[in-house]
């Protein structure tokens, strides 16, 4: 996390990384559109073997079942039987590379189970559409951004001139716009690199603080610097406890759920119950991963009370009484709480040597950072296969201007 943090006020690090993950989304889309193009034409060579069709172009001598079963997986199909023309382009060149894959279906009826396969199949492809299209769309903006940064052409603020004649909305709204674009600059401009640099530092800072603490659980005095703050700000009344000892006792607990909790989104062996990005994580995939996060709550609560070692003895709450069951355990006792957050030390030191990226590289596994170790010819070569391929997609969209909602239409999810 404050890795992360610090490198996003360096723009040109940043802008490097984008070009050289542009070729992987790139190649992913591809996949995904192709794959969306094989189940469709799965789909319509089963259709075609279902049933007969009168004058009328209506399904004759079928049970109200399967009829229903096969109207349901043709509405699917069909929702994405137009996609944006971004993505159209794309499937055309599927089309000549995987025109003769319906040589290989089955020439019999599709059961039900058949029918069952198609439909989840078809549904996975569409969120893996829908997914790589956003990611790419991502990098897109990210280009463009951090391209801005460094090359210095940002957009000077908009000055709106007001009409007297206008009507007080219009007014407060030309304000409005006129001040954010004034805000926008001058964050870009000044205050965007010393932000995150300053937040790195602090990320940074609560990280050593976290391990410290855990480290020394073991240890029959208190030394953790969390507990040390939060007696300054506490009278020994648990009435008199004011806010800022409510905030300082807040702020670790607060950055360590951040950093726990943020891995869910990286996780990507969950398979299709995986969190995927803004507003595209079906409804099985938020409960699926909601379920882990509670389950992940209590014992992150319990730590951090233990690693502070703050006395609950004069607190009467629920928690307590449930998490002090942990010391009449045999196997998972007082011992196991002390030494199994010292794994955390490991596990830091493996990730501050990027051991995750050179493990995923090692295995020839296709993941974000593992595309990110090489050798410096190898990168070089991906930073200007992604600038040719970012400079084309953005002509593109510069000459075939869209709606608002045109990039997401016949991807809708049904």
Same mark, same amino acid.
């Given at each position: ?249 807040? &702020? #670790?607990?607060?950055?360590? !759920?951040?950093? *726990? $909790?943020?891995? %869910?989104?990286?996780?990507? /062996?969950? +398979? ?56 009449? &355990? #045999?196997?998972?006792?007082? !011992?196991?709480? *002390? $030494?199994?957050? %010292?794994?955390?030390?490991? /596990?830091? +030191? ?65």
């Amino acid at each position: 996390c404050p890795r992360h943090v610090w490198n996003i006020s360096n723009p040109e690090g940043e802008l490097r990384r984008t070009r050289i993950v542009a070729s992987s989304a790139d190649e992913a889309l591809f996949e995904a559109v192709w794959e969306l193009q094989d189940c469709e034409a799965l789909i319509d060579a089963a259709a075609s073997r279902v049933g007969g069709l009168d004058e009328h172009g209506t399904r004759t001598q079928m049970d109200p079942h399967y009829a229903r079963c096969v109207d349901k997986l043709l509405t699917r199909r069909k929702a994405t039987a137009t996609l944006s023309p971004q993505l159209q382009r794309r499937r055309t060149a599927g089309n000549q590379r995987r025109r003769s894959h319906s040589e290989e279906l089955d020439q019999s009826i599709p059961t039900l189970d058949v029918l069952a396969k198609l439909n989840g199949r078809l549904q996975q492809a569409q969120s893996e559409v829908v997914a790589a299209e956003q990611r790419w769309n991502a990098i897109l903006a990210k280009n463009k951004l951090y391209s801005d940064l460094v090359e210095e052409t940002i957009n000077r603020p908009i000055r709106i001139d007001v009409d007297p004649s206008d009507t007080l909305l219009k007014v407060i709204h030309a304000r409005i716009t006129s001040c954010t674009s004034h805000v926008r600059y001058m964050w870009l401009k000044w205050l965007r690199g010393p932000f995150y640099r300053v937040l790195g530092t602090f990320c940074a800072s609560l990280s050593l603080m976290v391990l410290w603490s855990e480290a020394t659980l073991a240890l029959p005095f208190n030394v953790s610097p969390f507990a040390i703050l939060l007696g300054l700000f506490d009278s020994g009344e648990t009435k008199d406890r004011g806010l800022l000892f409510q905030l300082a006792a807040l &702020v #670790p607990l607060l950055y360590m !759920s951040v950093c *726990v $909790y943020s891995s %869910l989104f990286k996780f990507s /062996l969950f +398979g299709n119950f995986r969190l995927r990005g803004s507003k595209q994580s079906p409804g099985a995939a938020l409960l699926f991963n909601a379920q882990y996060l509670v389950r992940l709550q209590f014992p992150l609560g319990y730590n951090y009370l233990f690693m502070i070692k703050f006395d609950t003895s004069a607190t009467n709450c629920a928690f307590s009484h449930v998490m002090h069951n942990m010391s009449t &355990v #045999p196997f998972f006792g007082t !011992s196991f709480s *002390v $030494y199994a957050p %010292l794994l955390i030390l490991a /596990l830091c +030191g493996f990730t501050l040597c990027n051991g995750y990226a050179r493990l995923l590289a090692a295995l020839g596994v296709e993941h974000e950072d593992a595309i990110l170790i090489g050798d410096q010819e190898t990168l070089d070569s991906k930073v200007n296969e992604g600038i040719t391929l970012l400079r084309r997609a953005s002509d593109r969209q510069d000459s075939t201007p869209l709606n608002k909602d045109d990039s997401s239409r016949g991807l809708e999810l049904v």
